[in-house]
């Protein structure tokens, strides 16, 4: 069984404009929410993170959203830049010494 | 300078053959992990080692077999190569005791012919 999902595969976006990515989780025990950041050609990268007593993350032009009644949480990323094209990988895990779960992934192409 | 590195970079080797992949951290951390990436399964968690130790295992196979001869050391040995191995590997370490933050290493691109 899944324990992330992510949605959509595949998002292109116009620079400027606000991409939002989608994740959700299964297991109610997950507390620890990081999105890694990935280029063509590089291995993965944290880009921020959430814990589950938060409901919203910032950090510049990324910030995340986090529902926990619901068990979604999403990336939104504004003023979108062309070198914000990448795959983003959000990821769950209950905390420290513990297996962190990868959701598929989202392509985000972003078009001058 | 990279903290994780990974080698070889890129390998090809013929089905039946063995590999091994090196991965080194100079990040200090007592955890090291080994996921693969490929088109099947974008990011797919292998082993996970803490204090030379292996704590996880979700590969199936015995065909791969990390080994830890330092605490900052995990290579993987692949036997009995098959095309299906075809894939990306990355190395990965984090300070287990104190956050879950993974850093990755840029990854050992093997492709079986």
């Given at each position: 069984q899944q324990q992330v999902r992510q949605?959509?595969?595949?998002?292109?976006?116009?620079?400027?404009?606000?991409?939002?990515l989608n994740c959700s989780y299964e297991d109610?025990?997950?507390?620890?929410?990081?999105?890694?950041?990935?280029?063509?050609?590089e291995g993965p990268a944290l880009l921020i993170s959430i814990r589950s007593v938060s409901?919203?993350?910032?950090?510049?032009?990324?910030?995340?959203?986090?529902?926990?009644?619901?068990?979604?949480?999403?990336?939104?990323i504004t003023?979108?830049?062309?070198?914000d094209s990448a795959t983003y990988f959000c990821a769950a895990s209950r905390g420290s010494n513990n297996r962190i779960f990868f959701?598929?992934?989202?392509?985000?192409v972003v078009k001058p | 300078?990279?903290?994780?590195?990974?080698?070889p970079k890129y390998l090809v080797a013929v089905t039946g053959s063995e590999?091994?992949?090196?991965c080194e951290q100079y990040l200090g951390h007592n955890a090291m992990y080994w996921y693969r990436q490929s088109a099947k399964k974008p990011l797919e968690f292998m082993f996970s080692y803490s204090y030379q130790k292996l704590m996880d295992n979700q590969t199936a196979s015995s065909r791969f077999q990390p080994q830890s001869s330092k605490k900052n050391h995990l290579d993987l040995q692949i036997t009995a190569l098959k095309?299906?191995?075809?894939?990306?590997?990355?190395?990965?370490?984090?300070?287990?005791?104190?956050?879950?933050?993974?850093?990755?290493?840029?990854g050992s691109r093997l492709i079986v012919v």
């Open positions: 949605s959509p595969q595949s998002l292109t976006v116009w620079e400027g404009e606000t991409a939002i109610s025990t997950f507390n620890y929410f990081p999105w890694y950041q990935q280029f063509p050609g409901d919203k993350k910032e950090d510049g032009r990324f910030t995340i959203f986090f529902n926990k009644r619901e068990k979604k949480l999403s990336l939104h003023d979108s830049q062309p070198g959701g598929d992934g989202t392509q985000l | 300078d990279p903290k994780i590195i990974q080698k590999k091994i992949l090196i095309p299906d191995d075809s894939a990306t590997y990355f190395c990965a370490s984090s300070h287990r005791d104190s956050g879950n933050t993974l850093y990755f290493g840029e």
